[in-house]
């Protein structure tokens, strides 16, 4: 059985993810702070500690996945909506050629990519609430989609 102080613990090491929104990377630094400072003497608390920075590592993984996808596609959509010519020595190399139309599939590509990241963070903010509820009630929760990077 969990104590009140283990249950604070755990439920404050996933909450402590949260602070991304007003600390860059605040949701490693005070989880892996929390964790390691409380992994000994604790294993709920370790184990909570554990779930919540595996399920941030593999948010990040799955964000850097989408954008990759994503900016690279919108950047070309947003250069090729603007018809210029570059001349170099009498030979012109121009995107004028090049038309929004021609590449409208990956526009969508695109904006399908920028929305499951939209998608991504939403749940990320409320899987890291439900995680924290299920902490102070004493109860063990693994994130969904986690890659277990510690084991």
Do not use: R
Request: aromatic share 16%; charged share 10%.
């Amino acid at each position: 059985m969990e104590t009140t102080n283990e249950k604070n613990t755990a439920t404050l090491t996933h909450l402590s993810t949260l602070s991304q929104f007003f600390i860059p990377f605040g949701n490693y630094i005070f989880p892996i702070i929390i964790w390691s400072t409380n992994k000994e003497k604790s294993s709920f608390v370790s184990f909570h500690g554990k779930q919540s920075l595996n399920f941030q590592l593999s948010i990040l993984l799955y964000s850097l996945l989408l954008c990759l996808i994503a900016l690279p596609i919108l950047i070309f959509a947003v250069v090729d909506s603007f018809p210029f010519t570059l001349n170099f020595d009498h030979s012109t190399f121009s995107f004028s050629n090049l038309h929004l139309e021609n590449c409208s599939g990956l526009v969508i590509i695109g904006g399908v990519a920028l929305l499951l990241l939209f998608i991504l963070k939403a749940t990320e903010f409320f899987l890291v609430l439900y995680a924290s509820i299920k902490a102070s009630n004493g109860e063990k929760y693994c994130y969904p989609l986690s890659i277990p990077f510690l084991k």
